[in-house]
């Protein structure tokens, strides 16, 4: 049973897109064979279709009465093929750079970055970093035959065992986010460790330590100072991905705010450009809540200079963002 339980919250106003963090990952964790194409973090476009492709699609998590909700794997395609380019021959020829011109891609990690959707002038998009959401509901444990996967109680951090899995991929199906990885090579299942070896160290994972929008805070659940209580609780701002599938996720999501958009006599519409139902589906019943607090908040800051909600978002101090003790 969990002592603690340590969480992530990511502020989708600051988030850049940069891919920062997801280049922190790979680097801090691709050190055997099998995982050159593994993201354990991702920055994907929304609304687009994920990564894996469709990944909110192929089921997984718990239905209403708790029972694990039939998940598929995705396939080969929807992580997309690796390809390599031929820049000498792009650049000198013009022809198509794809080295392998019989397997042109169809799909890869950000295929559809920034793409969004509606019509200029009322186009949008915004990004959504993704990673596992070290759940106190995991699907994956759940599914798990061999009981491989198991939440440490000193911080409820998921892991697999590696010694004890058996590449069934039970857990890649559950998974609704679908962030647990196959790696070929080791015919084991693989996934975000929350950095923990970092954390023994007293650093914060290494996608919100290289953060350069400063757009993620780290901390427990029950420190009553920290940035998670202000964030999740006090202000209800930060809300979970799809808690809808039943998992209880640990990372946080402080919603998109967007300027209104334009009606077709090009004056500013009443509504925001992001529609508030499209937020709905993927945050839940707080969307509405969270945004008008933000704006009140925001408004009071202007006014007054003072908001103890805004300066925690502000982050004025990089190192008061992570609080791990």
């Known amino acids: 049973m969990n002592t603690r339980q340590l969480c992530m919250v990511i502020d989708l106003n600051k988030c850049l897109g940069c891919q920062t963090c997801t280049i922190a990952c790979k680097t801090m964790w691709t050190r055997r064979e099998g995982r050159e194409y593994m993201y354990w973090n991702n920055v994907e476009t929304q609304p687009g279709q994920g990564y894996p492709r469709g990944y909110a699609d192929k089921g997984g998590g718990f239905d209403r009465d708790g029972g694990l909700r039939r998940g598929a794997l995705p396939g080969e395609g929807d992580y997309g093929t690796p390809w390599d380019y031929d820049h000498e021959a792009a650049v000198m020829t013009g022809v198509d750079p794809w080295l392998r011109p019989d397997e042109k891609p169809v799909w890869g990690p950000n295929w559809d970055e920034d793409q969004g959707q509606g019509e200029y002038p009322n186009s949008y998009y915004f990004y959504l970093p993704r990673l596992c959401n070290h759940c106190s509901n995991p699907a994956c444990l759940a599914a798990c035959p061999r009981r491989a996967i198991y939440k440490r109680p000193e911080d409820g951090i998921v892991l697999v065992d590696q010694e004890q899995c058996r590449g069934y991929r039970y857990c890649v199906a559950a998974c609704p986010y679908k962030k647990v990885y196959f790696n070929e090579a080791t015919s084991r299942s693989e996934k975000c460790i929350f950095c923990f070896p970092r954390l023994a160290k007293d650093l914060p994972m290494a996608c919100a330590q290289q953060c350069v929008g400063r757009a993620r805070w780290v901390g427990y659940r029950d420190d009553a100072d ?90 004025h101090r990089h190192a008061e963002m992570f609080k791990l003790g």
Do not use: C
Not at 237 to 254: C, D, I, K, M, S
Not at 263 to 270: I, Q
């Open 226 to 315: 920290g940035p998670i209580r202000v964030l999740v609780e006090k202000y209800a701002v930060a809300l979970p991905l799809h808690p809808e599938w039943g998992t209880e996720p640990n990372v946080f999501y402080v919603p998109p705010w967007a300027p209104p958009g334009f009606d077709a006599d090009g004056r500013l519409s009443t509504g925001s450009r992001i529609p508030l139902e499209f937020l709905g589906s993927l945050f839940g019943d707080g969307v509405s809540r969270a945004l008008k607090t933000l704006e009140s908040e925001r408004q009071k800051k202007a006014q007054s200079g003072r908001s103890e909600l805004m300066d925690w978002l502000i982050a």
